[in-house]
């Protein structure tokens, strides 16, 4: 047993794609057309980190309840959390890439920490070794 997919709640498909393969450095694995339940037209677009076997499915609002998540999918609480071999490197690509950090990197017992804002406003924290 493992878990596959995670969804993340965006607002714009191209865009969310454009964050996670050039900022994070992930890679797309799928983005094709689909339906949603009542047959109306969306994509389904999954990304992940290189060599991990969970990744993440991104998936545009639809309607005004899905609208509010963006953003805001774990009550403003850090609910992802991406792993480097070297944070240092990793910080620096993902800083020179304009992604967001809401709190400097810090060593703590269990590694080097920094959190940072995705494409929709969600917490991750970016972790390494100590």
């Known amino acids: 047993m493992r878990i596959d997919l995670v ?3 965006v607002d714009d498909y191209d865009r969310a794609i454009g964050f996670f393969t050039r900022a994070l450095g992930f890679e797309l694995v799928e983005d094709a057309p689909s339906l949603t ?8 677009v999954v990304v992940r980190p290189p060599g991990a076997a969970t990744a993440v499915l991104l998936a545009r609002a639809d309607g005004d309840r899905q609208a ?3 953003g805001n999918q774990t009550g403003g609480r ?3 959390f991406l792993r480097v071999d070297d944070f240092d490197a990793a910080y620096a690509r993902m800083t020179a ?11 703590e ?10 494409i ?11």
């Open 7 to 9: 969804t993340i709640v």
């Open 37 to 44: 339940g009542d047959g109306r037209p969306k994509r389904w």
């Open 68 to 70: 509010a998540a963006v």
């Open 78 to 80: 850090v609910g992802f």
């Open 97 to 107: 890439a304009g992604v967001e950090f809401v709190r400097p990197p810090r060593t």
């Open 109 to 118: 017992p269990y590694g080097r920490v920094a959190v940072f804002k995705d």
């Open 120 to 130: 929709a406003g969600n917490l991750w924290d970016l972790l390494g070794p100590a």
